[in-house]
C-alpha cells in the first residue's frame, strides 16, 4: 500500500496556501510617505517577519520590529482568546515586558478593547486628556502617548492588536506614523495568519502519519495472525504438495508483513529501507523451507537504499518468489547449494537486484516446474514494477535473474 501521496497533498497545500498569502501582501514600496531611511527600515522588517514560520519566533520579531520601526520605548503584541473574549498581551517589549507578559484586558476595557469593537487605530498623544485609557499593567511604566492598531485576519476581523508607546525624545505619533505603523500591522497579521494555518497544516500532517501508522500496525498483527493459522494448517497436512502450497502462501503474506512492520518503526512515512527489508523476507524463506538434509546458503551484497514501500513490496514479493523456486527447484539432486542476492543502484540511476544459485539451471526451450509457474508470477510483479526482467540458465553454473527498474519514479 502506498501512502505517500498523503504527505505529498498536504505538503503542496502548505506551499499553496504560503505562497497565496505572501503574494496579498501589499508592495509598501508604492506611494510611501516617509522617507527613505524609514521605507528602508520598515522593508527590512517587513522581509524579516515573512520569512519566519514559527509563531512565536514570529512574535517576537514582530514586536521589535514595531519598537524598531516607530522610535518607540515599548510595544505589546495583544491577541484575542477566543474562548474568554479577552485581550492576553503575548509578547511586549520595553523596560516592564517580564511584569507585563501573560496579562489580560477586558474586551470592553482600554484602548485595545476599543480598537477590537471599532476595528481601526486609535492615537492619543495625550493619555491624559483620554477616558478611553484604562490604566497602565505595571507601577514601573507610566505611558505618555500610545498609537494601537487592530490585526485583521482575512475576512478583516481584528483578532489582536499592536501598539507601541512613548515616542522617544519626547515626540508625538502622527498621521505619517498611523500610516506606516497600519502597513506593519497589515504584514505582521498576514504572517500571523500564514503561521497558524502552517501550524494546522502541519498538525494535520502529523495526525495522517501517526493513523498510517496504526493503520500499518494493524495489517502487521493481522497478517501474523493469518500466518500462524497457515502454519497450523500446514502441521496438519499430510500432503507434501499442498504443505509446499500453504508454505510458500505463508512465506508470500510474511513478505508484505515485513514492509509493514518497517513502516510502522521507521520516521520517514512511504519510504522503507530496501536492504532491510529484503534481509527479513530472506530469513522467512529460510525458517520456512529449511531442510537438515540440504545444506543451503544465502549470501547477500546489498546497498543501502530507500524507496517507496509500494515499490519496495514488490520487490520483496519478486525476491519472495525467485528463492522458493531455489529451494524447490534449484538443487534438485544436490546435497548442499548457494545462492547470492547482489543490490546495488547503478550509475544510470537505476536499482538492480540479481538473484544467482549454482543449482542445475532450467530448460528454457522445454519448459519445466521451474521456469512456468514461477517465472510467470515474476514477470506479473515486474511488470507492475515497471522493470525489466531477464533470465539466464547454464545446467553447469546455475540460473540468474536480473531485475532493474528506475531509483527515480
Known sequence: MDFGWINSIINRSIKK????ITKNDVNITHHFPGTSRSKDLLLRVVEGINRTFELKELLVKSMEAAKLVMHAEASSLMLLDETTGELNVSIPTGPVKEEIIGKTIPRDRGIGGWVIRHNKPFVSNDISDTEVFWKDLSNGFTTRNILCVPLKDDEGEAFGVLQVLN???GLVFTQNDIFIFELLALHVSNAIQRSKKYDALANKLEDCELQLSEIHHRLKNNLATICALLELDIA????????????????RLKSVAEAHTLLYNQQDAGQIELSSYLEA???????VFYNSEKEISITTRFEALKIDANRGMLCGLIVN??????YKHAFVGQSSGEVVITLKL?????????ISDN???????????????????????????????????????GSTCIVSFPFEM
Open 346 to 354: 547503478s550509475s544510470s540511476g537505476k536499482v538492480i537486484f540479481m
Open 321 to 326: 518468489e525467485l528463492l522458493i523456486n531455489a
Open 236 to 251: 496438519e497436512i499430510d500432503d507434501e504438495v499442498s504443505q509446499e502450497a500453504l508454505a510458500a502462501a505463508n512465506t
Open 281 to 287: 523476507v530472506l530469513r522467512n524463506i529460510e525458517n
Open 359 to 397: 543449482g542445475v539451471g532450467f530448460d528454457q526451450n522445454k519448459g519445466s516446474d521451474r521456469d512456468n509457474g514461477g517465472h510467470f508470477i515474476v514477470e506479473a510483479l515486474a511488470q507492475k514494477l515497471k522493470a525489466d526482467i531477464n533470465f539466464a540458465t547454464n545446467p553447469n553454473i
Open 167 to 169: 515616542k522617544k525624545k
Open 17 to 20: 496556501r504560503v505562497t497565496r
